[in-house]
């Protein structure tokens, strides 16, 4: 249902241009993460610069122990819910038919 990520960068502390091959692109601010469980890692190094795309899951991942699935960035992106996407989705499959 959600297209496929294909690159990231991070733009600042805490933001990631993301680019789908929908053609949708933008940028994601993830900082209501930083700081917390996991995403303390961040910090560390500058790991959140070594962000990547990874090939199997198409997850954005900075290591082995922290990744990120890019449907929810995709709908901040969009500024949509998922309600919404699934509504929008469903107009233009009856808008097609």
């Not at 209501?32 to 910090?43: K, P, T």
């Not at 997850?59 to 995709?74: K, T």
């Amino acid at each position: 249902m959600f297209p496929k990520l294909v690159t990231v960068q991070p733009t600042s502390q805490y933001k990631l241009h993301l680019h789908f091959d929908d053609g949708t692109e933008g940028v994601a601010d993830v900082s209501h993460l930083a700081g917390r469980g996991v995403f303390r890692q961040w910090d560390n190094n500058d790991l959140f610069f070594q962000v990547k795309i990874d090939p199997e899951t198409n997850a954005l991942v900075w290591n082995e122990m922290l990744d990120l699935d890019p449907d929810n960035l995709f709908l901040q992106i969009k500024g949509l819910t998922f309600e919404q996407l699934k509504s929008l989705r469903k107009q233009s499959a009856h808008a097609a038919d």
